[in-house]
C-alpha cells in the first residue's frame, strides 16, 4: 500500500464529504446519529467478537490488566456509547445557528453564525469508544473526521467504524464524513499530520509522549490535552468537614484521570487540624503521601504512607492513590506554586472567605478554577457542554473541556439594504 | 548584539509582565490608555520629526509613493491613533468578565471567565500606526505584546514605542507590556519565532510572503489573515440600481484592501442589463475589467478598459482598480465559483430573494458573509467590535476581524458549596 497516497486521498474525500455534511439538514445528522445508536445495538454480538480478537491478542502480548480492561468493550460501555449518541443527537443543531444579530448605526443587522472548522483528524490511544464518542460529537457539528486509534484496538475500531458508515449512509450522508486509516502502521500519522491543505485541526489525545510528537509534526493547528497537575488550596477559613470530603473525592474517586488531584496545599493555620482528618480519611482510602517537612510530622501521625517529598514530587502528574502535600503560609504562596507547578489544567480553592475565593479564580491559570468543589468536576458533562472530545489546555480557540461548540467557528453574517463604506 | 538572547531576554520578560498587567486593575490599563493618548498629542512634533527621518532615506531610496504614504505619520494620521486610544480605553474592562453563569443541577455556579492569551506577537509591514492600535488592543485586553515592524519605519516605531513606554509606567504598570526590538536585523523575528515556550500566539500582518514566511517558522499558533480574494453575486432579483452602487463601493472606495471587491460574478437573467451600468459608473471611476467570454462585449460595448480575462484572473487579488467580471448560470454556479476561488475572507449576494441570501449566508465559506452590501464592510469598526488587529481567514479561534475579545481566551469559573464527582 502507497501510505502517503492513501492518507492524501483519505483527507480529500474526508474535504468533499465536509461540505456536504455541513450543507445537509440538521434533521439528516439527527438521523444518522439515531441510526448509529440502534445499528450498535443491533449488532452488538459482532461488536463483542470482533473486540475479542483485539483483546485475546493483547493478552497474548502481555498487555497489563489496566491496559486489557481500557481495551474491552463490554455491556456497559456499549451502552454508554448508546447513550452518548443519542444524548447527542437530542441536542438542538447547532449549524447556522446564529446566536443574536445587532443592528449598526447604519441599519445593517450583523450576527455570528456557527460553521464546522471543516475537517477534524483525532489521534487517540484511549479506549475504543472514543472512537464513536468522537464521530458522533463531529457529525453532529458538521465536521468530517479522520479518527485513528491505537493499533491493539484494530479490529474493534474496523468493527466500529463498518456501523458508523452504515449509519451514515442511512441518514443519505456520505462514508466519507468518519473515516479509519486502513492500516495499523505509524505512517499513516505522520503523512496525515502534513495534509494542512485539508485537514484543519488535529487533536492528539493520551500520553504527553504522543502529545509531543504530534505538535512536533503537524502543519497544522494542534488543540493540545496535556498533562494535568491538579492542586486544591484549603484556606485558613475553609469548612473542614467538608474540605477533607472534596480533597478524598478528587483525589481517590478516579486516581487515573487527568483532574483528579496531585497536590495539596494547606494553609499552615489550619495545618495542624487539617492533615490529621486528611491522614485518617485519605489514608484509609489507600493515599499515599509525599510531604514538605512540615507537613510530614501531621500527616505520618495519623498513618503508615506519609514520606518525604522529592523535589520531582512538586508538579508531578501521579496518576494514581499517591498526593504530594505541602504547607504554605497565605494565598499568596498558594499561588506561586501553582504557578510555577500547575498546569493550566484545574485549580480549586476550599474557602470562606469571599474576597480569597475571588481573588483565586482570577488569578490562577488554569482552564477551570473552582470554590468549594472537586477537580473532578472539569468535565464536559460535569460542566453543562454535554459529551466532550478532549480538554485543552491552551488558550487558543478552545481552552477546558471540548464539546460540540468547541468543534466550531463563526463567521460575521451582515444583512443589509445597501449599506456601504463611507 | 547576540539576537537570540537579547529576543529571549524579550520574550521572558514580556510573560512576566503579561502576569503583572493581568493582574492590575482595569483602571490601571484604562489610565494607560488615556495618559497615551495625551502623550501623543504633547510629542506630536517629535514624532513628526522621527517620521520624517524614516520617509527621507525612504524617499532617498527610491521607496514608490504608494509606500511613502503608508510611512507617512501626518496630523490627521495622528489624531486617528488618539482617537482609536481613547475609544478603547472607553470600553468596559474584559479581563475577568464573566458572560453568565449558569447553575448545574448539583447547585454549582458555572460560567466563563474572559482571560488574556499572555504574550501575543504581531510581526507587520503596514503603517506604523498599526504599532499604536495593536499596542492599545493588547493593553485593554491584557495582554502583553511584542510588536515588530518593517525596517524602514524604525525611527517612528521607536519614538512612538517610548511614548507607549512613558504612559504604561505613569499608569504604574511594566513598560515591557509593550515592546519592539531595537534592532532592524530579520533574525530577530526567527528568533521570536522559537520562543513558543513565552509567547502564545504570533499575528503576521502584511503581504502573502510575510505570512508564508512566519507560518513556515513559528513554533507558536499563528492567527493568519491571509489574502482577501472578494467576491460579488448579483443574483436575478437583485436591485440594480442599488447594485451597481454596492459593487462601485466595494471596488473603488480604497481598493488597495483585502475587503475591497476582485470579482464581480452577475447571474446571466440580468447580465444585459446590469453589466452596461457597471460600465458606465465603474469604467467612470477608472476601473479596468477582466471579462468572461460572455461579459466582454457587455462591458467593451460601453467602456474601453475591458478586455478578456485570462486563467489566472480568476482568484487573483488584484488591490488595484482591477476587476475580473464573470457571467454564471445561477446561485448555483456562483457559489461553485466561490468555493474554488475565494479566499475565506468577504463573499457578498445582493439580491431580493430570501431563499437565496439565506442559503448564500450558509453556504458561502468566508469569514464575512454580507447580503445587500458591500464588502469593504468586513472591518472591526464596521461590525461593532471597536478596533481590530487584523482579520482571521482561518476558523480556529478566530474568523473574521479580531478586536479585544479575539485576543483572549476564558476559563471556566465553578462556584461551588462542596459539590463533589458521583
Not at 26 to 51: E, I, K, T
Request: aromatic share 4%.
Amino acid at each position: 500500500m502507497d501510505i502517503a497516497a492513501e492518507m492524501r486521498a483519505m483527507a480529500q474525500a474526508a474535504r468533499a464529504a465536509s461540505r456536504r455534511l455541513a450543507a445537509a439538514e440538521g434533521s439528516a445528522r439527527r438521523q444518522a446519529l439515531l441510526g448509529l445508536a440502534d445499528l450498535l445495538g443491533a449488532r452488538a454480538q459482532a461488536l463483542f467478537a470482533a473486540n475479542a480478537r483485539d483483546v485475546d491478542a493483547a493478552r497474548a502480548r502481555g498487555l497489563d490488566q489496566a491496559r486489557l480492561d481500557r481495551l474491552a468493550i463490554t455491556e456497559g460501555v456499549l451502552g454508554s456509547m448508546i447513550q452518548g449518541c443519542r444524548e447527542v443527537a437530542a441536542m438542538s443543531d447547532p449549524v447556522g445557528e446564529i446566536e443574536s444579530m445587532k443592528k449598526r448605526p447604519n441599519g445593517m443587522l450583523v450576527g455570528r453564525m456557527r460553521v464546522p472548522l471543516g475537517v477534524v483528524a483525532m489521534i487517540f490511544e484511549s479506549r475504543p469508544n472514543a472512537l464513536v464518542d468522537a464521530a458522533a460529537l463531529c457529525i453532529k457539528s458538521g465536521n468530517a473526521a479522520i479518527l485513528r486509534g491505537g493499533s491493539e484496538a484494530f479490529h474493534s475500531l474496523s468493527a466500529l467504524a463498518a456501523t458508523i458508515h452504515d449509519a451514515l449512509e442511512a441518514a443519505g450522508l456520505p462514508r466519507e464524513c468518519v473515516q479509519t486509516p486502513p492500516t495499523a502502521d505509524r505512517q499513516a500519522v505522520t503523512e496525515l499530520l502534513k495534509l494542512d491543505e485539508y485537514i484543519d485541526v488535529v487533536i492528539p489525545r493520551g500520553g504527553e509522549g504522543l502529545i509531543r510528537a504530534v505538535v512536533e509534526q503537524a502543519k497544522m493547528p494542534v488543540l493540545k490535552h496535556y498533562k494535568g497537575v491538579c492542586h486544591t488550596f484549603v484556606d485558613e477559613t475553609a469548612d473542614l468537614a467538608r474540605a477533607v470530603d472534596i480533597v478524598l473525592n478528587a483525589k481517590a474517586q478516579r486516581p487515573g484521570t487527568c483532574n483528579a488531584l496531585e497536590c495539596l496545599l494547606v494553609h499552615r493555620a489550619v495545618a495542624g487540624t487539617f492533615l490529621p482528618l486528611v491522614a485518617e480519611r485519605l489514608g484509609a482510602a489507600g493515599v499515599r503521601f509525599k510531604c514538605c517537612p512540615e507537613a510530614l510530622p501531621l500527616l505520618a501521625a495519623r498513618c503508615t504512607t506519609a514520606e518525604a517529598a522529592q523535589d520531582d514530587d512538586w508538579g508531578r502528574e501521579f496518576l494514581s492513590l499517591t498526593l504530594a502535600v505541602k504547607v504554605v503560609a497565605d494565598l499568596d504562596e498558594a499561588l506561586e506554586h501553582i504557578a510555577r507547578f500547575g498546569s493550566n489544567h484545574t485549580e480549586a480553592i476550599l474557602t470562606e472567605s469571599h474576597k480569597n475565593a475571588m481573588r483565586f479564580t482570577r488569578e490562577a491559570d488554569a482552564s477551570m478554577v473552582a470554590v468549594n468543589a472537586s477537580t473532578r468536576l472539569n468535565d464536559g458533562g460535569e460542566l453543562g457542554l454535554g459529551a466532550e472530545i478532549g480538554i485543552s489546555t491552551t488558550k487558543l480557540h478552545a481552552y477546558g473541556p471540548m464539546g460540540i461548540l468547541e468543534l466550531m467557528s463563526a463567521k460575521f453574517v451582515a444583512l443589509g439594504q445597501g449599506q456601504i463604506r463611507q
